[in-house]
């Protein structure tokens, strides 16, 4: 299966500033990934999907990019309720499978 | 409002069985591939078992194979996860989950836990 492998594991930033989340896979996925987010108690939710398409309602600060094995998550001013667990997903192969998270807190 | 309430978790024993549901509102469930997606305590989410939009496909992931069954009901908006041979490691939330490749709506999750 492909291992999804995210850095860094955890990232302190303060509010306003930029945020560069990183998924690197074991192998090739296309540009069929996806992003969520997670706050604790809370079921994940969908940010980006085909690398970087935003899902509905998520707002235009977060971006993502990349292909094949190499993707990054941007967010690009944070705000006070963007600090959480992100996680990368991939959807090229069965099974899909996840990366082990980032968790962004506040400095 | 799309919504997926699970129900149906609880306390087992190694070796028990559990059934788990899945009841969706706000969208239309037939038109939708459904995933079973778990997550352990400190561990990654995890893929367990997929079903087709009519259900005549399911899959499961290698570690649950020959021990969960899933199965949808169209009519009634319901998505189902029988759990059978059930050990520690499967102590986990289990959330119910449309999935289009990725996953668009998540449940809020149901708490498993396997211990004697």
């Known amino acids: 299966e492909i291992v999804l492998t995210q850095s860094p594991g955890t990232l302190s930033l303060s509010p306003g500033e930029r945020a560069t989340l990183s998924c690197r896979a074991s192998?090739?996925?296309?540009?069929?990934l996806a992003w969520y987010q997670q706050k604790p108690g809370q079921a994940p939710r969908l940010l980006i999907y085909?690398?970087?398409t935003r899902a509905a309602g998520i707002p235009d600060r977060f971006s993502g990019s990349g292909s094949g094995t190499d993707f990054t998550l941007t967010i690009s001013r944070l705000e006070p309720e963007d600090f959480a667990v992100y996680y990368c997903?991939?959807?090229?192969?069965?099974?899909?499978?996840f990366g082990q998270g980032t968790k962004l807190e506040i400095k | 409002e799309v919504q997926l309430v699970e129900s149906g978790g609880g306390l087992v024993q190694p070796g028990g069985s559990l059934r788990l549901s899945c009841s969706a509102s706000?969208?239309?469930?037939?038109?939708?591939?459904m995933n079973w997606v778990r997550q352990a305590p400190g561990k990654r989410l995890e893929y367990v078992s997929a079903?087709?939009?009519?259900?005549?496909?399911?899959y499961y992931a290698d570690l649950v194979k020959g021990r969960f069954t899933i199965s949808r009901d169209n009519s009634k908006n319901t998505l189902d996860l029988q759990m059978s041979g059930l050990t520690p490691e499967d102590t986990a939330i289990y959330y119910c989950?449309?999935?289009?490749?990725?996953?668009?709506?998540w449940g809020q999750g149901a708490l498993v836990t396997v211990s004697s």
């Open positions: 997903q991939q959807y090229g192969t069965s099974p899909y499978t």
């Open positions: 989950v449309t999935a289009t490749g990725w996953y668009g709506y």
């Open positions: 085909a690398t970087s």
């Open positions: 706000g969208f239309t469930f037939s038109n939708y591939a």
């Open positions: 079903v087709t939009t009519d259900g005549g496909r399911t």
């Open positions: 192998q090739s996925v296309s540009s069929n």
